[in-house]
């Protein structure tokens, strides 16, 4: 799994290639990221999940249950994990893989202050860091 997504990565990243294991002649693999990316990418994790929760609070979904409708909405769990991967490349060196878990809950009505949560998914977002700012 965790190959798939830097694979993902890689192509997503517009041709950057994450770097692979080391094998015979090829350079030592890189150190921790400097701690000013590290922290960056921490931040900028954070004022995503901010934003995410911000956006599904006010856009539920509506559809026909058994004999009445049934609305559902998107929460996500306050916690979630950060990782850098260095890409080998100047222009784009390192990409940020955030993951989290997204909630769907169920209420019978808009006004519902007692949901049920129905369904987890974990998930994870790819980011790089290309001319000193995170980008989706």
């Known amino acids: ?14 041709g950057i290639a994450l770097a692979g294991p080391a094998q015979a002649g090829a350079a030592p693999a890189p150190t921790a990221p400097p701690t000013g990316v590290e922290a960056g990418f921490q931040d900028f994790a954070r004022q995503w ?12 979904r509506v559809a026909a249950g058994p004999g009445s409708l049934v609305f559902t909405y998107r929460g996500y769990a306050d916690e979630f994990r950060a990782e850098l991967q260095p890409t080998g490349v100047a222009s784009a060196p390192y990409v940020g893989l955030l993951h989290y ?12 202050t007692r949901c049920t949560l129905a369904a987890t998914q974990p998930v994870t977002e790819i980011f790089r860091l290309q001319g000193g700012r995170w980008t989706y």
């Open 101 to 112: 878990t997204e909630r769907t809950y169920t209420c019978t009505s808009l006004e519902s």
């Open 49 to 60: 999940m901010t934003k995410l929760r911000g956006l599904e609070q006010h856009r539920p």
């Open 1 to 14: 799994m965790r190959s798939s997504i830097l694979s993902l990565a890689a192509a997503l990243g517009a």
